[in-house]
């Protein structure tokens, strides 16, 4: 850790969540929270919920007891959500004041509805509004290029949210033309920006006097909302030459779940209002700090939906040293993949999109990409690259790292079972917002 700055500043997350918690030890006062909150949960959960009576019947809350009592709780999953839908809410319709519906990643096919009352929204807006102080300041105008810029959407609350900081918002929406975005920087004096990491790398990666004088105004950006590669956050610091936040959350944890700090050590959690865990994704047990595994949350404060366990299918862990800006919160290091979501290659083992994220994200002049394993006698992968600047060194690296970077690719090649072929398109790709995935296909 000796290339940290001595200088950094404490997580403002611990300031905020001591003052719900109250006490002096920060983590004791926490814990005691938190059991009561849980209980809490557990108990209107399990009243006015008709999935929870039943899912939980063997529950007693009174008798939970963290860290322990969680082992005894039932998990709930993705599937459950889809397939159950209204049968998780504990208000009565009049008192929803949001609804995000999410299509399925999964085969069912099934959208998950998520549902949030006025008070829920309100604990999102007061993370976003004590969060943003990690990165920005009352003399800050952040342009927000995410969506959901109706009442109640991700970008509304966070314009709200970080007002209340003395930030001042520019709702944009996601960057479509990287001129125009570059140009709203500039017009609108922002000082720090938000987005999706790969939107946000495209931007960065843009060559022109205009992106120079507005990445130039820019002292932090922050990228959310999808799978985070490392290298690709080494690459928009030296692009920007700005800090880089990250910030981790998904709409089932009311869309803020954590931000990392300056020591840029992993996610501080809104730990008033959600209660993480790391377990063994096979087993279902609860694993120490130090160990990976799947990421699982139970909402605390939640009253439209609350979620109890619920598996979100990433992969982490808690670091074991503590963060270096003396947070007593816990740190969540980066995502580092899905529980599932690969594509097997035989014998060889499995890849994910993660997987080449990891080493394509790292070749300057890669600004996104496109996978498929087209499967058949023998399989196929085709990966084609966004150089939007003819870079064609890069397409003969981007080949090099496939084979060298990734050991199922490298072993099933040698096998002779598998052809790599790496191709370059100019123009960005579309930006969906969903989940990046390798495509398969199968020849008939
Ligand atoms: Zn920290």
Same mark, same amino acid.
């Given at each position: 850790?000796?290339?940290?700055? /001595? ?11 001591? %003052? ?8 004791? #006062? ?12 557990l108990i209107r959960a399990k009243k006015n919920s008709p999935f929870y009576r039943e899912h939980l019947k063997d529950v ?42 999410? /299509?399925? #990643? ?14 829920? +929204? ?26 959901? +810029? ?23 929406g996601l960057i479509e033309r990287a001129e125009e975005t570059l140009q709203t920087v500039v017009r609108e004096k922002a ?14 990666? +843009? ?16 990228? $959310? ?28 944890? %009311? ?63 808690? #670091? ?18 899905? /529980?599932?979501? %690969? ?7 499995? &890849? ?33 690259? $966004?150089?939007?600047? %003819? ?14 970077? &990734? ?24 930006? #969906? ?8 296909? /199968?020849?008939?």
């Amino acid at each position: 850790m000796s290339h940290l700055p /001595t200088n950094l500043h404490k997580s403002p997350l611990d300031a905020w969540i001591n %003052g719900i918690t109250g006490g002096d030890c920060l983590r004791q #006062s926490l814990q005691e929270y938190q059991t009561l909150k849980l209980r809490e949960t557990l108990i209107r959960a399990k009243k006015n919920s008709p999935f929870y009576r039943e899912h939980l019947k063997d529950v007693d809350a009174q008798r939970i007891e963290l860290p322990g009592g969680l082992q005894r709780i039932p998990f709930t999953n993705a599937a459950e959500l889809a397939s159950e839908q209204g049968r998780f809410v504990c208000v009565s319709q009049d008192a929803i004041a949001h609804i995000v519906t999410l /299509t399925s #990643s999964g085969t069912s096919g099934e959208p998950k509805r998520l549902y949030f009352s006025a008070a829920d +929204q309100e604990r999102t807006l007061d993370f976003f509004a004590h969060g943003v102080a990690t990165l920005a300041g009352n003399a800050d105008t952040m342009l927000i290029a995410l969506p959901g +810029q109706r009442q109640g959407g991700v970008g509304s609350l966070l314009a709200e949210g970080i007002s209340r900081a003395g930030v001042r918002p520019v709702l944009h929406g996601l960057i479509e033309r990287a001129e125009e975005t570059l140009q709203t920087v500039v017009r609108e004096k922002a000082t720090c920006m938000i987005g999706f990491p790969v939107q946000m790398l495209w931007l960065a990666s +843009q060559r022109s006097a205009l992106a120079e004088e507005a990445l130039t105004m820019l002292h932090s950006v922050v990228v $959310c909302s999808d799978y985070v590669p490392g290298p690709l956050v080494q690459r928009l610091q030296a692009l920007c030459g700005c800090e880089v936040y990250e910030h981790y959350g998904m709409t089932e944890m %009311g869309m803020g779940g954590g931000v990392d700090c300056e020591a840029h050590c992993g996610y501080h959690l809104r730990e008033a209002d959600l209660l993480f865990e790391i377990v063994d994704p096979e087993s279902g047990r609860t694993l120490p700090d130090g160990e990976t595994g799947e990421v699982v949350f139970t909402t605390l404060t939640r009253e439209a939906m609350p979620l109890i366990r619920y598996r979100t299918g990433d992969l982490s862990r808690f #670091s074991a040293n503590g963060c270096p800006c003396g947070s007593e919160l816990r740190n969540l290091e980066r995502i580092q993949g899905r /529980t599932k979501g %690969g594509v097997s290659l035989g014998e060889e083992g499995k &890849i994910s999109i993660t997987d080449l994220d990891e080493v394509l994200f790292a070749i300057p002049g890669v600004v996104d990409f496109k996978a498929r394993l087209v499967r058949g006698a023998n399989e196929h992968l085709e990966v084609t690259c $966004c150089l939007p600047f %003819g870079d064609t060194h890069a397409l003969s690296q981007a080949n090099a790292a496939l084979h060298d970077g &990734i050991p199922a690719i490298g072993r099933a090649v040698r096998r002779g079972c598998l052809s790599v072929e790496v191709m370059a398109v100019s123009q960005p790709f579309a930006f #969906s917002g969903e989940k990046r995935k390798i495509e398969v296909l /199968t020849e008939l």
